[in-house]
């Protein structure tokens, strides 16, 4: 049709036939009009987040749901996901950039129909001729003023598919427009907190070799190197800033587990055929849980101005671990009610995520008491820093083989974990952390009476 168009005009001079083709031109590239992308809020009064991976570049054609870009706030790791079919036409920002929220991050131009205008206000054109008229937007005011439900044909043809009725549907577009999150979220098949700013990729999930980057070759450095705090290394700041305040009660101790490690020895074959790795780390947890049950003082937090303190019925129990972007610690949720297997796969799968920077932020709220493995890394103790407003937190030492006498003044060899705690001393007292250690050591000393406990 375009084409026949323009090998139909004849024009009188040279002057008329550039500007009737460019006033087609322009006429149809109304048709495709150029949005702003704006960055969602993510929640938790996050302002801004920095760059970490795009996932497309200019000229990229997307859809809904494609995968935008990574983006890494003080608190979580986001993947931000198109709410668009069409082009990407520029990229606001560079990797590492520090973007906010509610600046345009990208602009897309939008294919299939004027309608896609839904959310986001168009981009300032460089000319008065590629900005849409007035009486271009008048069809979708008229739509919504006729009373018809404001949605996309793409939206009109999944609810027709799914014989949904889209006025009991809540359109949560401009002006009520119903899009294909609402729909999905009708269904059930998606959640409200997964439309923009989806945490982990559900829908693939890219190898871990292809997502850990490759091992830094090291060199002296020529010159000074400023490294901005970012991502989770802000959050770890204003986190130890505040650890600062509390006093601190430090407690060691010895724990022997050669019951242990026969117990483990036993279980791995059948974690293996569950595809579960069995490491001791969720018999560490397991023990704290069922230690915490009988003192619940400990899987406490403290209120902002220290009048309050709150007991946990939640064994949410945290674990701080080492990632490309510093320090975070998530935490696994409810392990009063779980039994060590289902704690070895949440374990393994915030493992995984912590390497891919990935980690979703509800993982990384509503912990309640606090363990370190320092001894993966090699360390004997450590002093653990209380991550507030948790009032406890446990740090494990690496497991040895040392001589130790028996009963008779034998020697014989012994497997050995040093365990270190740290308490808050203005809501806890030396009596109760001892007491707590030593039931752990029980526990792990005798990892059968464990076992007995599960539900």
């Not at 001729?129 to 005011?141: D, L, R």
């Not at 030593?438 to 005798?446: F, S």
Request: proline share 5%; aromatic share 8%; hydrophobic share 40%.
């Amino acid at each position: 049709m375009f084409r026949s168009l323009v090998l139909g005009f004849k024009p009188a001079i040279v002057g008329a036939s550039s500007f009737q083709l460019r006033t087609i031109l322009i006429s149809k590239g109304r048709f495709l009009p150029v949005v702003q992308f704006n960055l969602s809020d993510i929640g938790e009064g996050i302002a801004e987040v920095q760059v970490k991976e795009w996932h497309v570049k200019v000229g990229d054609r997307v859809s809904q749901f494609d995968n935008l870009c990574e983006v890494q706030s003080d608190k979580a790791s986001v993947t931000i996901t198109s709410r668009y079919d069409g082009v990407i036409k520029k990229l606001h920002y560079a990797v590492d950039d520090v973007a906010r929220v509610g600046k345009p991050l990208m602009d897309i131009e939008i294919e299939g129909s004027t309608e896609a205008e839904k959310s986001e206000e168009p981009q300032t054109a460089s000319t008065t001729e590629a900005v849409a008229s007035p009486e271009q937007k008048a069809p979708a005011e008229t739509h919504n003023l006729n009373g018809k439900v404001l949605a996309t044909p793409a939206v009109r043809r999944l609810a027709i598919e799914n014989k949904i009725d889209l006025s009991k549907v809540g359109g949560s577009g401009k002006d009520g427009r119903v899009l294909k999150e609402d729909v999905l979220e009708f269904l059930g098949h998606i959640k409200r907190d997964s439309f923009t700013a989806s945490i982990e990729n559900k829908r693939s999930s890219p190898s871990l070799s292809a997502a850990v980057p490759p091992k830094a070759s090291y060199r002296q450095l020529t010159e000074d190197k400023v490294v901005p705090i970012r991502g989770y290394t802000r959050a770890m700041v204003k986190t130890m800033t505040e650890a600062l305040k509390i006093p601190h009660f430090g407690y060691n101790d010895e724990f022997t587990v050669d019951n242990l490690i026969h117990l483990r020895h036993d279980l791995k074959e059948f974690a293996k055929e569950r595809d579960v790795k069995l490491s001791y780390m969720p018999f560490f947890i397991k023990a704290c849980s069922l230690a915490l049950t009988e003192f619940p003082q400990l899987n406490a937090v403290t209120d902002g101005n220290l009048e309050n303190v709150t007991w946990k019925s939640s064994h949410n129990i945290c674990l701080a671990m080492d990632t490309p972007g510093g320090l975070v610690v998530p935490n696994i949720k409810n392990c009063e009610q779980k039994n060590i297997v289902e704690i070895a796969q949440d374990l393994n799968r915030l493992h995984e995520n912590s390497k891919r920077q990935q980690i979703a932020r509800e993982d990384l709220t509503d912990g309640t008491f606090s363990l370190s493995n320092i001894g993966a890394i090699g360390g004997t103790y450590a002093s653990p820093v209380i991550f507030p407003p948790q009032v406890a937190i446990g740090a494990i030492g690496k497991i040895e083989k040392l001589p130790r006498f028996d009963r008779n003044g034998n020697v014989y060899p012994a497997h050995l974990v040093k365990f270190s705690w740290a308490a808050d001393h203005r809501v806890v007292d030396g009596a109760t952390m001892a007491r707590f250690s030593n039931r752990v050591k029980y526990y792990i000393e005798r990892p059968a009476t464990m076992l007995a406990q599960l539900r």
